[in-house]
């Protein structure tokens, strides 16, 4: 598979490396959550090449993580601003800071800390379950086969034959999803 077309499996990770897993799209996010707002602004503070900035800004304006508004008439100048759909990044930024904290701090510790204003103190990122709290542990939490890839297996299984691997899968079932979507359309 090629990295054009990841975005075509049944697999969010997937999808959303589509969008984020570009060099500089990121640190443009954490940018525009720190207040960045300006195409000179951006290109300044991560010192990324115009041609480079202006693509991503446009990938993340095309994909709805970022809005283009108008501050300036004449000449027309647009600033960058997070959609919902951007806004929804932050604890992505948070969790992967966190990491970054405590895997790759150099014996520095983290380079930053962050404050929650409601109650005062410093806090940290934390992954639980929206239904009971608990925090979420890797050995504790399973995948489970959504609509598309239950109706792909499904579908092998009546054919006699057998599911793909995980990376096969996801690809296989997102283009028979796509095929037959379109033929009951």
Same mark, same amino acid.
């Given at each position: %598979? /090629?990295?054009?077309?990841?975005? &075509? &499996?049944?697999c969010s990770?997937?999808?959303?490396?589509?969008?984020?897993?570009?060099?500089w799209?990121l640190?443009i996010?954490?940018d525009a959550? +720190?207040g960045t707002?300006?195409f000179? =602004?951006?290109q300044?503070?991560?010192g990324?090449?115009?041609?480079?900035?202006?693509?991503?800004?446009? /990938?993340?304006?095309?994909?709805?993580?970022l809005?283009?508004?108008a501050? %300036?008439? +004449?000449?027309?100048r647009?600033?960058y601003?997070l959609t +919902?759909?951007?806004?929804a @990044?932050y604890?992505v930024? %948070?969790t992967l800071?966190?990491?970054?904290?405590?895997?790759?701090?150099?014996g520095?510790?983290p380079p &930053?800390y962050y404050?929650?204003?409601l109650?005062?103190?410093q806090?940290?990122?934390?992954?639980?379950c929206?239904?009971?709290?608990d925090?979420?542990?890797p050995?504790?939490?399973s995948a489970q086969?959504?609509?598309? @890839?239950?109706?792909?297996t499904?579908?092998?299984a009546? &054919?006699?034959?057998e599911a793909p691997?995980e990376?096969?899968?996801?690809?296989d079932?997102? +283009?028979?999803?796509?095929?037959?979507?379109? =033929?009951?359309g």
């Open positions: %598979m /090629k990295w054009e077309e990841i975005d &075509q &499996q049944a990770v997937a999808r959303a490396l589509a969008v984020l897993g570009e060099r799209t640190l996010i954490r959550f +720190r707002r300006r000179d =602004d951006f300044r503070s991560l990324v090449t115009r041609h480079r900035l202006s693509e991503r800004l446009r /990938k993340l304006v095309d994909e709805g993580v809005t283009r508004v501050y %300036m008439e +004449r000449p027309t647009y600033e601003r +919902r759909k951007g806004l @990044l604890p930024l %948070m800071s966190q990491w970054g904290d405590d895997w790759l701090d150099d520095n510790g &930053q404050r929650h204003s109650c005062g103190k806090t940290r990122a934390k992954l639980c929206d239904e009971c709290g925090p979420l542990r050995e504790e939490v086969a959504g609509e598309v @890839l239950s109706t792909y499904a579908y092998l009546s &054919q006699g034959e691997s990376g096969e899968l996801a690809r079932a997102a +283009r028979y999803w796509r095929e037959n979507r379109s =033929d009951e």
